[in-house]
């Protein structure tokens, strides 16, 4: 009886130990590193040009890596020059315009003008003597004579009054409207260079962000125009990876959470990454996403930002996502 005491004994102590690992290690698992599954995430962007016109040239191929701001590709911009440089001589012509109504009449002009006047006082003052001499002469003249006389006096008056108001508006200058009308007219012309200018500008393709060229849907040759893609661009920074989280997990992952990232091709690099999103409203495993929970279990996606400085991962590319310091 001793012996099967003590296999009984050993038994007991064993199926004790067991469920004490089990109960131990269904205790650890949530204070474990969570995994998380997912890839990394294809955002991309359709460049076009502003302006419409022909290509001139697309500076880049397919797979190239682009910076912010390099030049992806121009237009054929012989007509927008031609538009700036009409632009350009009508601001300067519209300009001149206004520096002469702001310098007012010139001074050999003011000296005509007054050498006028004189002239018209003296014909005038003549005419007005020649019209009383006719007066005085009575039955000594003519109807017809004194009428002449007296005719020409009153036209020198109306002459000399005419040049003393043009000497008058050459020594005042120009009226107040008159520079307020030539200072718009200058201010309308200059927008209009600018805007010839700015649409020079957009003949040129330039990268919104750093990024890879995914594909060139036109060729130079081509017409573009503001609603006509012409290159894809796949961004590249931030990279984003879209995971998932079940639901029993949902409460040890918040934003702002640090996590790792890695990946089957570099399984020994570890990228660092924020969390920057965590979805409200729960969805069915994705297809694309290699977990060990049954496919049809509600998941909650994680939207994380990713500092790759080594340039390891790839648009697309599965990877693991840990949180080492899982949120309790």
């Given at each position: 009886?001793?012996?099967?005491?003590?296999?009984?004994?050993?038994?007991?102590?064993?199926?004790?130990?067991?469920?004490?690992?089990?109960?131990?290690?269904?205790?650890s698992t949530d204070g474990a590193a969570l995994k998380l599954y997912g890839s990394v995430d294809m955002r991309t962007v359709r460049t076009a040009f502003e302006?419409?016109g022909r290509i001139l040239r697309l500076s880049v191929e397919e797979g190239a890596s682009v910076r912010a701001g390099d030049e992806l590709g121009r237009l054929?911009?012989?007509?927008?020059?031609?538009?700036?440089?009409?632009?350009?001589?009508?601001?300067?012509?519209?300009?001149?315009?206004?520096?002469?109504?702001?310098?007012?009449?010139?001074?050999?002009?003011?000296?005509?003008?007054?050498?006028?006047?004189?002239?018209?006082?003296?014909?005038?003052?003549?005419?007005?003597?020649?019209?009383?001499?006719?007066?005085?002469?009575?039955?000594?003249?003519?109807?017809?004579?004194?009428?002449?006389?007296?005719?020409?006096?009153?036209?020198?008056?109306?002459?000399?009054?005419?040049?003393?108001?043009?000497?008058?508006?050459?020594?005042?200058?120009?009226?107040?409207?008159?520079?307020?009308?030539?200072?718009?007219?200058?201010?309308?012309?200059?927008?209009?260079?600018?805007?010839?200018?700015?649409?020079?500008?957009?003949?040129?393709?330039?990268?919104?962000?750093?990024?890879?060229?995914?594909?060139?849907?036109?060729?130079?040759?081509?017409?573009?125009?503001?609603?006509?893609?012409?290159?894809?661009?796949?961004?590249?920074?931030?990279?984003?990876?879209?995971?998932?989280?079940?639901?029993?997990?949902?409460?040890?992952?918040?934003?702002?959470?640090?996590?790792?990232?890695?990946?089957?091709?570099?399984?020994?690099?570890?990228?660092?990454?924020?969390?920057?999103?965590?979805?409200?409203?729960?969805?069915?495993?994705?297809?694309?996403?290699?977990?060990?929970?049954?496919?049809?279990?509600?998941?909650?996606?994680?939207?994380?930002?990713?500092?790759?400085?080594?340039?390891?991962?790839?648009?697309?590319?599965?990877?693991?996502?840990?949180?080492?310091?899982?949120?309790?």
């Open positions: 009886m001793q012996p099967k005491f003590v296999a009984a004994a050993a038994v007991a102590v064993f199926a004790a130990a067991a469920v004490g690992c089990f109960v131990f290690d269904s205790f302006e419409s054929d911009d012989e007509r927008h020059r031609i538009v700036r440089d009409e632009a350009q001589a009508a601001v300067k012509v519209a300009q001149k315009q206004l520096d002469l109504l702001l310098a007012g009449s010139r001074r050999e002009d003011i000296e005509a003008a007054r050498a006028r006047v004189e002239s018209q006082k003296a014909a005038f003052e003549l005419d007005e003597r020649t019209c009383a001499r006719e007066k005085g002469l009575g039955m000594a003249t003519t109807k017809l004579r004194l009428d002449q006389a007296c005719s020409q006096s009153a036209v020198s008056r109306a002459l000399l009054a005419a040049a003393r108001k043009e000497l008058a508006r050459l020594e005042a200058g120009a009226r107040p409207e008159e520079i307020e009308i030539a200072r718009a007219q200058l201010a309308q012309l200059k927008q209009a260079l600018v805007h010839s200018n700015y649409a020079l500008q957009k003949c040129r393709l330039t990268a919104p962000a750093d990024g890879v060229v995914r594909a060139r849907l036109k060729e130079p040759g081509d017409m573009a125009g503001p609603s006509v893609p012409v290159l894809e661009l796949a961004l590249m920074r931030p990279l984003w990876v879209r995971a998932w989280v079940d639901e029993k997990n949902l409460g040890r992952i918040a934003m702002g959470q640090k996590v790792e990232v890695t990946n089957d091709t570099f399984p020994e690099v570890k990228t660092t990454g924020v969390v920057g999103f965590v979805s409200t409203v729960a969805e069915f495993t994705p297809k694309t996403v290699q977990t060990e929970d049954i496919r049809t279990s509600l998941v909650y996606e994680v939207r994380i930002t990713v500092d790759d400085p080594k340039g390891v991962l790839r648009l697309g590319m599965p990877v693991t996502v840990t949180v080492e310091s899982a949120r309790p």
